[in-house]
């Protein structure tokens, strides 16, 4: 990779930077994210999906080509082809986490899901490492605020339960994003999203344990099936929840036979 060109892609976004007022970066304060002015004169925020690395440097000029096909056009977010940047965190997780990654996930993640991004202002740019961004905007500086609870980071805690099912004698509920396709696809160009979420309920508790997300990169979309946050499946379109049950059902019978070890019922 290291001898293969690095070009800036413009990368679409809905909300455009003003061209003269410099960023404002808040790192874990409690949310890292990036504070800007728009062109019509309101705030807007970037967080990120799984942020790995952020750096902020000065200077006018953009730090990568355009690649041929953007060339001339406008851009204040990029994502960087060929990362060297993106590489070398990389190189350094795998050789220091290796199978610890993630408590048990897969390092190669970062070279199947991450982007190397960059932010371009007047006369500052923001280089970020992560799955992911997400933009909001209000009348106001958003600043530390917790993210709001539809964000698609905060996945779909808000919702009520569409549906329940049983298996192993465990009562399990499901929620369901009721976004419709096309628009959950164009926002998964920006960052994961969630299209449904299923949780057992056991001594009180109703927390989800599976999820499957949407994410497009490139074009090309993908649905992962996670674990605890860690992806066992993946798919190119959007599986139905018969699609997905035969790991959760051999899951919850894991769960059923170390309860049953435990002395406990499952209900």
Not at 80 to 109: Q, T, V
Request: aromatic share 10%; net charge negative.
């Amino acid at each position: 990779m290291d001898n293969l060109a690095q070009f800036a892609h413009r990368h679409e976004v809905s909300v455009r930077a003003d061209t003269v007022e410099s960023p404002i970066v808040h790192y874990c304060d409690p949310i890292t994210a990036i504070h800007f002015t728009t062109d019509n004169g309101r705030w807007g925020r970037v967080t990120f999906e799984r942020l790995d690395s952020i750096k902020v440097s000065r200077g006018e000029h953009a730090p990568f080509p355009s690649h041929p096909n953007d060339a001339g056009a406008f851009r204040w977010v990029s994502t960087i082809s060929n990362s060297a940047w993106l590489r070398e965190r990389y190189d350094y997780k795998k050789r220091y986490y290796g199978s610890a990654y993630n408590f048990g996930g897969s390092i190669d993640e970062m070279l199947d899901e991450y982007f190397h991004y960059v932010f371009s202002f007047h006369d500052e740019v923001v280089e970020a490492i992560a799955a992911g961004i997400w933009i909001d905007v209000d009348d106001a500086m958003i600043g530390g605020r917790e993210l709001d609870v539809s964000h698609p980071l905060k996945g779909l805690a808000h919702l009520d339960a569409a549906e329940h099912f049983e298996s192993s004698g465990i009562r399990c509920f499901v929620r369901r994003n009721p976004m419709p396709n096309a628009e959950l696809e164009a926002a998964a160009a920006l960052c994961s999203q969630t299209v449904l979420e299923v949780g057992a309920e056991l001594d009180g508790r109703s927390t989800p344990s599976w999820s499957l997300t949407r994410r497009v990169k490139n074009g090309i979309g993908r649905s992962y099936l996670r674990h605890f946050g860690n992806t066992t499946e993946t798919y190119t379109g959007i599986p139905s929840l018969a699609d997905i049950r035969p790991p959760i059902d051999q899951w919850l019978a894991e769960v059923r036979e170390r309860r049953r070890q435990m002395g406990k019922t499952c209900l």
